[in-house]
Every structure is written in C-alpha cells, then in structure tokens.
C-alpha cells in the first residue's frame, strides 16, 4: 500500500531537501514508522518522549485535520498525509 507523505519546509531541511515522500502502512503511525525508517530521527521532531505528536504540527489525512491525532486511524492507497507546522509564541 502506498501513501504519500508531505512534509513543511522545517522538516525538509533536516533531510535531504525532499518534500513529499512514498511510504507504506495501513494506519497513520505505520506510515510515520515507515517514514523514519526513509528520514532517519524525524520521529524525535515530531514526538514528545511519551510518543504523542509536539502541538506545533498537525496531521492531515487527504485534506480532513486529524486531531488529537490518532496514529490508529487507517489509511488507503494513495492517499495522502500531510503534516503541518504551526507558529507558536506569543
């Protein structure tokens, strides 16, 4: 099963510049998995230690918000994860 992931220019430029990437899994977290295993360590950008995602990205699943991000929600072939980031301060 192939999915694709899109990933915000922060997290590009941890890797090698790429933005969309193909992974494969059956649930959101399978993906990510599969992903970290294509963009080695991203899971330390986007994870907390307790392993829930850091509220300054969010999650999008073929243009619907997924929040608080269920990484059991399942996903089809060719769709498309989007992660986000969102500015934070005050």
């Known amino acids: 099963m192939s999915v694709r992931v899109k990933l915000p220019?922060?997290?590009q430029e941890l890797g090698s510049g790429v933005e969309t990437y193909e992974v494969s899994g059956h649930?959101?977290?399978e993906c990510l998995e599969s992903l970290d295993r294509q963009f080695p360590k991203i899971k330390d950008y986007l994870?907390?230690?307790q392993g829930r995602l850091l509220r300054i990205f969010g999650v999008?699943?073929?243009s619907e918000g997924i929040?608080?991000?269920e990484l059991d929600t399942p996903v089809r072939d060719g769709d498309?994860?989007?992660i986000l980031n969102f500015l934070m301060g005050g």
Do not use: A, K, M, W
Request: hydrophobic share 45%.
């Open 80 to 82: 498309e994860i989007v």
């Open 9 to 11: 220019p922060i997290l």
């Open 27 to 29: 649930t959101v977290g």
């Open 60 to 62: 999008y699943l073929d």
């Open 47 to 49: 994870f907390d230690r």
């Open 67 to 69: 929040y608080p991000v």
